[in-house]
């Protein structure tokens, strides 16, 4: 479908706002928990917030919602929710929405976006440390408590919080295509530690076994996730709470002695489609003149 067939704006309408409940539904498989009601939606949207569709014809086929945040110290947006109907996710219309969503920020005068997202959905993390550029800053353990969709079923709701810094340097090269090759990455990826080392299961899927801490003095590390989480979760569902907990420990401990999480990379080792997170540790402030 052609790119121009999809159009951004504002919801506006009662129905427009429904059908943003509908997303919700639909994306993450929600039974337990309700969407973010159509009269929430309402409020947020006249009261300072971000509710932006995708729009197919007269349909919305995709939306993000965010609000006004303040961390006392300054002013940023924080984007609790980025859908798109199952059927259109082929579309890279989440891509385009965060970037009709960094628009409308910006005119604002604000130059940050930020929100959390569950680390071991690699398609989330290519979005939004690849493509995107926002940039991990903390580990949070079971943020939401138990949600019984989906999309969560069998893992706790543990989440990477990330900054999106909308003007920096790193991010408009990171739009204007600029993005490591492929054989960047597997040269990083080879040089590095391996905070997280993984074996294939009986299924054929990989599986966490050991985790360490990064080398004093070490320059490069990567932290492994599942490349299709949902695959894990239909073929080798025992495997779920092994990952979550393993990649938790590898998180932490990284960020916990100062290591920072700079970019995500998929690539293919030997034949293997494989996703990992690549750190580096956080240089030393410079001391004196």
């Known amino acids: 479908m052609p790119k121009e067939d999809f159009t951004f704006r504002n919801l506006r309408t009662p ?6 409940e509908e997303i919700q539904r639909k994306a993450w498989g929600m039974r337990e928990e309700f969407p973010v009601p ?11 917030g971000l ?5 197919l014809d007269i349909h919305v086929v995709g939306f993000t919602l965010a609000f006004v945040g303040w961390d006392g110290q300054e002013l ?6 980025n ?6 996710r082929n579309h890279r219309l989440g891509y385009r929405l965060k970037l009709y969503q960094r628009e409308e920020v910006l005119k604002q005068g604000l130059g940050k976006i930020r929100w959390t997202f569950d680390p071991l959905q690699s398609r989330n993390a290519h979005l939004n440390l690849r493509l995107l550029g926002a940039r991990p800053d903390r580990y949070l353990v079971h943020y939401y408590g138990t949600l019984g969709s989906d999309v969560n079923q069998g893992l706790t709701t543990d989440r990477l919080h990330l900054t999106w810094e909308l003007a920096s340097a790193d991010v408009e090269r990171r739009l204007g295509g600029t993005l490591p090759a ?13 905070l997280l080392a993984t074996t294939l299961g009986e299924a054929g899927l990989r599986i966490p076994q050991e985790v360490t801490e990064p ?3 070490g320059a490069l590390a990567t932290i492994e996730v599942p490349f299709d989480l949902e695959s894990i979760r239909e073929h080798q569902p025992e495997s779920l709470r092994e990952w979550r907990q393993a990649t938790r420990e590898a998180f932490r401990a990284a960020m916990d002695l100062g290591w920072r999480i700079e970019d995500f990379a998929v690539v293919n080792l030997e034949h293997e489609r494989r996703s990992f997170y690549l750190l580096s540790p956080v240089p030393e402030p410079r001391s004196g003149p």
């Open 51 to 55: 509710v932006l569709g995708a729009f």
């Open 215 to 217: 080398s004093s003095g």
């Open 38 to 48: 159509h009269a929430l939606q309402k409020a947020l949207a006249d009261n300072g």
């Open 76 to 81: 940023y947006y924080h984007s609790h929710m």
């Open 15 to 20: 129905e427009e706002f429904r059908a943003a």
């Open 83 to 88: 859908a798109v109907l199952p059927e259109y």
């Open 182 to 194: 492929p054989e960047e990455d597997l040269a990083r990826i080879r040089k590095s530690e391996p």
